[in-house]
């Protein structure tokens, strides 16, 4: 296993997936207080409605289409026709999206503006090819260019965004921006794919796979979206919309924090698989498990001691429901985590995708049905414990099918210490929030913040935690060397 590269893919595809859902974030004080909370509702609203054409005009091909690059990565000839392939089919099927899409939004009344503009985000769709560089396990490409992208879009929507009127701009901006970052990839993808004679392309051969990989895809991405439809269309209130979008904002970026191993791992996975590597396969699951216990729980209970210090000064005044929504999403951080690593990392590329199916099903459903009675009753609230328990089945669901493969002496061990150390780190915060920094400042957020880092830290380094206690030897290595 090439650990070198492993960890390279990884150390990229952190900054990839933070910088995608960190931009929010820096973005969040300033649009929170220029777009207010009834724009950035109307946004999410439309947002979720076109992502449901973009998913419905992929057909999940992504995942799909990661595994079956890293199966033929060694292979020149058979890596062309495969993204040729799988390219002509997504174009095909988010063509027949888009004839959908645009009459329909043509008719949404006053939203059909906002879902014109985003109909480039169906056009980004057309010209994605991260997949490709996900699947040669090439995360850097994907890192460099978009990052460019992002940071124009940021200082763009700084420099000309000023109040709510300007939501069509913002939206703008942002769909542009996605556009351009997708399309900037073709230039390197010309210097490693061949040209394939159309004749001999079989573009259709690759529809049962990927129809297969929709239905956990379609499953995921209701449970992901369906809250924040069902939350317009109950309650006609966008700003409790937008409310539940900024407290998701914070949670997926810590859960993209979480969770980007997961990309590195799977396409090392059907690289293994390839090559019938199974040994290796189940120690990298149990080297995945103990990261998620290592990073999730900390990550997790350290937002739920600052979230009502960060909230106020972070998002200014009126913002306090975004903060109790926040704590209520929390637990997502760790259980996206662990199911990351057993359906994406695991199920989806050795070609168990049918497994995934069953238990993404299982909580869309459940997620649907709860917010059906929650949501008219506690609004977003009823969204974010609605979101809690799907996720949960899920993981319940995927850990029945994985119970032979995980290795359970470590993960529990790994798990009751990151546990130990996450409460312990809790309540030294909560006590120093309580008595010493009671008031709600930047200063005293960044104080909690480090002081959780150092707490936790303290406690995995006297319970000897595996993974810490495994780089004793490169430490030493580096000490000798200087």
Known sequence: MNIKKLNANY??????QLFTLLLPIILTPFITRTIGAGGIGQYSYTRSIVTYFVLFGTVGSNLYAQREIAYAQADKHKKSAVFWEILLLRCILLTISMVIYLPFSIHMGHYAVLLLIQAMDILAAYADVTWYFQGVENFKKITTRNIVVKLLTVVAVFLLIRSPEDLYLYV???????????????????????KIPYKTLRPGKHFKGILQLF??????????????????????NSSET???????????????????YGSVAASRVAALKSQNKYHEIKTLLTQSHELICLFAFPIAFGVIAIAHNLIPWFMGDGYGRVADLLVMLCPLIVVIGFSNISGMQ?????????????????????????????????GAFGAAAASVLA???????????LRNLIDKKKTLAALLQALTGSV???????????????TATMVHTIILTLEGIIVYGMVQVLLKNR???????????KREKE
């Open 215 to 236: 239905i956990p895809q379609i499953s995921i991405q209701i449970y992901l979206l369906i809250d924040k439809t069902m939350i317009e269309l109950i309650t006609g």
């Open 172 to 194: 703008c901006i942002y769909c542009v921006g996605n556009f351009i970052g997708q399309a900037l990839l073709w230039r390197d993808i010309r210097l490693e794919i061949q």
């Open 242 to 260: 937008g409310y539940y979008e900024l407290a998701q904002t914070i949670q997926r970026a810590c859960v993209a924090a979480v969770t980007a």
């Open 11 to 16: 150390i990229y595809n952190s900054i990839y």
């Open 346 to 378: 695991y199920l989806v590329p050795m070609g168990k995708q049918n497994r995934l199916s069953v238990c993404s099903a299982i909580g869309a459903i459940i997620n649907v049905l709860f917010n059906i009675y929650a949501i008219p009753r506690y």
């Open 391 to 401: 996720e949960l089945a899920v993981l319940i669901c995927q850990g029945i099918f």
């Open 467 to 477: 993974l810490l206690w495994n780089m004793r030897p490169l430490l030493w290595r």
């Open 424 to 438: 312990v780190m809790l309540f030294v915060l909560k006590m120093t929030e309580r008595y010493l920094l009671h």
